[in-house]
């Protein structure tokens, strides 16, 4: 059996505006419930993952997608000894700074951004949620989290290395704790099968095409087909599904327990001052993980009416977000505050980051075939 990790307990440092301690919940707790009462975390059920809304009422979401990643966070990190809580914390915030129409939609936020000498990047933007946008307490703004939180939003996926004055209580230059590494891994394994998952009921991919590009799948389709002759071709993609998600995440604490063990590590102190991270899959389970990545680039995620739709969502977004610019009175009040003090470009693309796709689309027909009209 495998071993668990023994890094020591996770000490909150506290948050940018003390508070007192709360008489039941810890610090990682607060902060899990500051996120998932936010209005961030719930305009996630209306952003698109990979297929929009009118593809069909059974596909995830942004935010189911969020729930699925934090199951399987939670699994990684209660089987390697790790902090739950906080990694439960960090997997419910990983995207709230998500835009309409996914990674699309940031690649044109981030382009026009560009124009005006800045960027957008949805953890960054994640942040700047829950610093500041966010208003729920009367004696700051924003969620007032934890500085490990907040660390592991802006750093589970890369090293803070250049100076900012937003990030510079948040330790640039070290690694994140374990916790926030495990978090792009567990991204990977849900959004991978998932996305499968979802294609394969969408009708773009079938069992033995799947077998075909992942081989272990094809090899547990023969082991499915033979113990459930009877059942549909859903129900073995479902225990298909459930064994390559359970190879996934078991490979992934096997290779971090591994790199752990092999760097030494013994408290997070330790983690922190690597020159490297220890969060990894073992060889055959990164196999497989690329295995359906490459799947789903070539025969999901180029498929002609996503393609369309994408690039549809691109063109309103620069539409929208130079018309807004321009026009920046038409941001709802809470944004038309912020321009008094925040340049418009700042503005307007807070704002439009944190539409869902039907009240982006509401606004780009309210205004833009307006104006047309005009």
């Known amino acids: 059996m495998l071993g668990r990790l023994r890094l020591g307990p996770l000490n909150p440092r506290g948050r940018r505006f003390p508070e ?26 209306g952003k698109t993952q990979v297929f929009s809304v009118g593809f069909g009422d059974h596909f995830r979401n942004r935010l189911t997608h969020t729930i699925e990643v934090a199951q399987v966070a939670r699994t990684i990190a209660v089987a390697l000894h ?30 026009q951004m560009h124009r005006f000498g800045s960027r957008f990047e949805h ?50 230059g070290v690694r994140p704790p374990l916790e926030a590494q495990l978090l792009d891994f567990a991204d990977e394994i849900a959004y991978n099968t998932a996305d499968i998952d979802d294609a394969f009921a969408a009708g773009l991919v079938g069992l033995e095409e799947i077998g075909e590009a992942v081989p272990v799948f094809g090899g547990l389709a023969e082991q ?28 992934l604490i096997e290779g971090t327990y591994a790199a752990a063990q092999a760097s030494h590590v013994e408290s997070v102190e330790d983690v922190r001052a690597l020159d490297h991270r220890i969060a990894q899959f073992t060889p055959s389970a990164a196999d497989i993980s690329k295995q359906l990545r490459n799947l789903l680039v070539h025969k999901v995620y180029a498929y002609p009416q996503l393609v369309e739709v994408r690039a549809a969502a691109v063109k309103r977004v620069s539409e929208l977000f130079e018309y807004l ?30 539409m869902t796709d039907s009240y982006f689309l509401r606004m780009y027909n309210a205004l833009l075939k307006a104006s047309t009209r005009a």
């Open 325 to 354: 610019v321009e026009n920046p009175e038409h941001v709802s009040s809470g944004y038309r505050e912020c321009l008094n003090y925040t340049p418009p470009y700042r503005v307007v693309c807070d704002y439009m980051a944190g």
């Open 82 to 111: 790790l902090n739950e809580e906080y990694t439960e914390t960090l997997a419910l915030a990983h995207d709230l700074g998500h835009p309409p129409f996914g990674h699309s939609g940031e690649r044109e936020l981030d382009r």
């Open 20 to 45: 007192p301690s709360h008489p039941y919940r810890n610090e990682f707790q607060r902060d899990r419930d500051r996120i998932v009462h936010s209005r961030a975390f719930r305009r996630l059920e």
């Open 224 to 251: 499915v087909e033979t113990q459930f002759p009877g059942a549909t071709g859903r129900v073995k993609f479902w225990e298909i599904q459930r064994q390559v998600m359970n190879l996934l995440i078991g490979g």
């Open 123 to 172: 953890n960054r933007h994640a942040l700047r949620i829950v610093d500041s946008l966010e208003e729920r307490y009367a004696r700051f703004d924003g969620l007032n989290l934890t500085y490990e939180v907040r660390e592991g939003i802006v750093k589970h996926s890369r090293e803070l290395t250049e100076e900012d004055p937003e990030t510079v209580d948040l330790l640039p």
